[in-house]
């Protein structure tokens, strides 16, 4: 396991919590995140809470209407400047969510594209990363990654290969979903009508151009962890992706940290995501980082 993974607890009320609400901002909120392994600062382009996606362990509330449907650029760059401002001026410290992460939430670790939906269905997507690519500038946070946590269904759109680009060139990293190694498991998981070969698709040609993060979550369905014959087949494509030329920095397999929609959707002890670690370890000979 990762050694800088066992610093944050999933039981963090800063963890625990990652509503995309903040003050009266409507896109931008920070978040104590296992993954980023600290403060990450979230900018929601799905406020209309819509996705390709319909995940069995997605925990946004899409019952709740949404506060706006669409993205406002100008306030979205506004918001984002304005926390940044608060982190530095330790005012996240004064807020009972982050009292017990104290230590994490002075250092932002990241920018990233995650909020209600997935990012790469709105229409001016690399518009948005270009704003949060100068306010980045602006703000001096150079080595700050700016992150795209995508499903990775929208990847081979031609505005979103543009923002890519403007994230290659300020830092960015793309973590790309792979739940699955067969068309059956993956329909059960991420429910879903895009097909499992475009996804992986997406992800090859996206690796080609540049080093990428896999985001695996594993669970157990109906009391039941993946199959071990499901994940062979998920070291398969792996292996199948590294093998056409793919280029992938390392694996993040982690599990549920938060109420999901449905009750047979439920978390792995940390003894089996560690064991599932190891099999991907061994099988495809990538790194992996564990997340309980």
Not at 100 to 122: C, R
Not at 159 to 183: F, H, Q, S
Not at 202 to 207: K, P, R
Not at 210 to 225: E, K, N, T
Request: contains cysteine; proline residues 4%; neutral net charge.
């Amino acid at each position: 396991m990762n050694a800088d993974a066992t610093k944050i607890a999933s039981t963090l009320a800063a963890v625990k919590d990652h509503t995309r609400s903040f003050e009266d901002f409507l896109f931008v909120y920070p978040v104590i995140s296992r993954r980023s392994r600290g403060l990450s600062i979230g900018v929601n382009l799905n406020p209309d809470k819509v996705c390709n996606f319909d995940c069995i362990y997605c925990e946004v509330d899409r019952q709740t209407p949404p506060r706006t449907r669409s993205v406002d650029p100008a306030r979205m760059r506004a918001e984002l400047a304005e926390v940044i401002r608060q982190v530095r001026a330790g005012d996240l410290l004064r807020r009972s969510r982050f009292e017990e992460a104290a230590a994490l939430a002075t250092e932002i670790k990241d920018i990233a594209f995650s909020g209600d939906g997935e990012p790469t269905m709105i229409a001016n997507f690399a518009e948005c990363v270009q704003i949060v690519a100068d306010v980045k500038r602006e703000a001096g946070l150079a080595s700050t990654k700016i992150v795209l946590i995508t499903d990775a269904a929208g990847l081979d759109k031609a505005d979103v290969k543009r923002g890519l680009e403007i994230m290659d060139a300020n830092n960015g990293e793309v973590w790309g979903k792979l739940d699955a190694g067969t068309e059956d498991y993956f329909r059960l998981v991420n429910r879903t009508t895009i097909r499992f070969d475009r996804i992986l698709k997406n992800l090859l040609e996206t690796s080609r151009v540049r080093p990428i993060v896999i985001q695996s979550l594993f669970l157990r369905v109906h009391g039941s962890p993946m199959p071990e014959a499901e994940l062979a087949a998920y070291c398969d494509r792996l292996n199948e992706l590294l093998r056409d030329g793919a280029q992938i920095k390392e694996v993040h397999a982690y599990t549920v940290a938060r109420p999901t929609p449905e009750p047979f959707a439920t978390k792995l002890t940390a003894a089996e995501l560690e064991t599932i670690a190891a099999t991907i370890r061994s099988k495809t000979g990538l790194p992996v980082s564990t997340f309980e």
